[in-house]
């Protein structure tokens, strides 16, 4: 019983967006961009994060604000999403402001 019903929560997230972002259901450890902008390269970098446990519970400040405030940008070049996740069990997103 209890391997039926780790199969098909398995399944469930796998095919839902609950699930693991990106690609790779066991083990997912990805960077792409997400945002662009016209700004030249800069010096500083900024992070922030949000953490999703069992698909259920997530909880952080993972905003572009919040990354550019960390560092201390206020001109943005660029953002890039990095995501960790085992199994979908727990999944980290982080997202990385850079600018001047």
Same mark, same amino acid.
């Given at each position: 019983? $209890? $391997?039926? !019903? ?5 399944l469930?997230m796998? @095919?839902?967006?609950?699930? @693991?972002l990106?690609?790779g259901?066991? &083990?997912?450890?990805? !960077?792409?961009?997400?945002?662009v902008?016209?700004?030249?390269? *800069?010096?500083?970098?900024g ?8 698909? @259920?519970?997530a909880? *952080?400040?993972?905003?572009?604000q ?5 560092? *201390? #940008?206020?001109? #943005? ?5 990095? !995501?960790?996740?085992?199994? *979908?069990? &727990?999944? !980290?997103?982080? &997202?990385?402001?850079y600018?001047n």
């Amino acid at each position: 019983l $209890f $391997f039926t !019903v780790a199969c098909a929560l398995a399944l469930t997230m796998g @095919v839902s967006s609950c699930g @693991v972002l990106g690609s790779g259901m066991l &083990y997912n450890d990805t !960077v792409e961009p997400s945002q662009v902008t016209s700004n030249s390269l *800069g010096s500083k970098v900024g992070e922030a994060q949000i953490a999703n446990y069992l698909g @259920v519970v997530a909880l *952080g400040d993972a905003g572009v604000q919040k990354a550019a405030k960390n560092a *201390g #940008i206020t001109k #943005i070049s660029h953002v890039d999403k990095k !995501v960790w996740s085992i199994l *979908g069990l &727990y999944t !980290v997103t982080t &997202y990385t402001v850079y600018g001047n």
